[in-house]
């Protein structure tokens, strides 16, 4: 099933971007977005509880308003105000407007898995494109949620990257992502019953920690008991990265015990300088090194992503050099390697590796101890990598 407005929305590709495509080059890294940009409105979850509490009284009602909305919003997933029958009349559409600003509008949503999958395109209050993707499982629900509008840490396989970073996203469009996919789940519109999120992936489009604090808001939120946010486990949360080192450290002492998901790609500095730009920055030993920490501080196995690309990264050598930097910290069990079949970009170079050279990989992997899997390519034929819908339009 498909659904799309009847207007068309805007390109998702920067100017930067279109210019950089035309003349051949890369595009350049991109630490901080564009300034100048108008900030999202201000929504209930972009603060604590005490902070919307507050905010009602400078709106000149009562406190305990904010947290009727708070259930409203985080516990009942509610998002019509006719609903909420404890507010009153004359006020709900005053509270409505000051703490639950609509944040995106969906313009397509696509079902793959017999609807088990669905990947919605949002269109955020300034045009910005972003995706999310739901995916429910036997065990688990998922969402994958993207942190930026764009992407600036511009790696050449990835749609996003080369789509240049438009802005940050606030805390709230992040959460609204999670609330949306929840609503779905609760109210019964995914195959399987009603359900809840279990699991929260920040691997859609973004840099997550490029956008750190309101990244972490996000994780907050997710995590703090109802009403004051979801009530999820820390431990059902994964944050990725391309390897900002600063921020992984910084992460470390946040006392959140969320999983740390380390796009690698290379184990070797020359390829990786190519895949992955920030290593010019950030050498591979750096990264890795930054990961053992967070592990070892806070005893959370650390993920190493790797997309398998046909001649470019999956050749057999490889394997054993990934093997071996992971092991030079010890073989405690602080790491584990998910390798991605790549989800090609239309007319893209880049592809996804021979299953048989895969295969191999593996077999290298785990033949030096290596605990390894293989993810599920889920949503392949409804552009589930994220960035490759709004690239489109």
Not at 1 to 8: D, G
Not at 218 to 233: E, F, I, K, Q, W
Not at 262 to 268: G, N
Not at 334 to 346: A, K, R, S, T
Request: proline residues 7%; charged residues 25%.
């Amino acid at each position: 099933m498909v659904s799309m407005s009847e207007s068309p929305a805007p390109s998702a590709t920067s100017p930067e971007a279109e210019a950089a495509a035309m003349a051949g080059r890369a595009l350049p890294l991109v630490m901080s977005p564009p300034r100048g940009r108008a900030k999202p409105p201000r929504h209930l979850a972009d603060l604590s509880l005490p902070e919307r509490q507050e905010a009602a009284k400078e709106l000149g009602l009562p406190a305990f308003r904010a947290k009727q909305l708070s259930v409203h919003y985080f516990e009942r997933l509610v998002d019509d105000p006719e609903q909420m029958t404890d507010l009153p009349a004359v006020q709900r559409a005053d509270l409505v407007a000051g703490f639950l600003p609509e944040l995106m509008t969906s313009l397509r949503t696509l079902e793959a898995d017999k609807g088990t999958t669905r990947k919605t395109l949002w269109k955020l209050f300034d045009g910005a494109l972003v995706e999310s993707v739901l995916m429910r499982y036997p065990d688990r629900a998922t969402m994958c949620v993207s942190s930026q509008a764009g992407c600036g840490m511009a790696c050449p396989f990835c749609a996003t990257g080369q789509g240049g970073l438009q802005r940050n996203m606030s805390t709230a469009e992040i959460v609204e992502q999670v609330v949306a996919g929840a609503r779905s789940l609760a109210r019964g519109e995914v195959p399987g019953g009603p359900g809840r999120v279990s699991n929260v992936v920040f691997m859609g489009m973004g840099e997550p920690l490029a956008n750190y604090k309101a990244v972490i808001g996000a994780v907050r939120r997710l995590t703090a008991p109802a009403p004051d946010g979801l009530g999820m486990s820390a431990r059902g949360i994964t944050v990725s990265t391309v390897g900002l080192v600063p921020r992984i450290r910084q992460l470390a002492d946040e006392g959140i015990p969320v999983t740390l998901a380390l796009s690698l790609h290379a184990p070797d500095d020359e390829l990786r300088n190519e895949l992955v730009p920030i290593n010019t920055r950030f050498s591979v030993a750096e990264t890795v090194e930054a990961a053992w920490e967070y592990a070892h501080k806070t005893k959370r196995r650390v993920s190493i992503e790797y997309a398998m690309m046909r001649g470019i990264n999956d050749q057999a050598w490889r394997a054993d050099l990934l093997a071996d930097v992971l092991n030079s910290y010890g073989d405690w069990g602080w790491v584990h390697v998910n390798l991605i079949p790549l989800n090609p970009i239309e007319g893209s170079k880049w592809t996804a590796s021979d299953p048989a050279d895969e295969r191999e990989f593996v077999r290298r992997l785990e033949a030096k101890g290596i605990s390894t899997t293989v993810r599920d390519t889920r949503g392949r034929e409804i552009d589930g990598a994220c960035g490759q819908l709004a690239a489109k339009e």
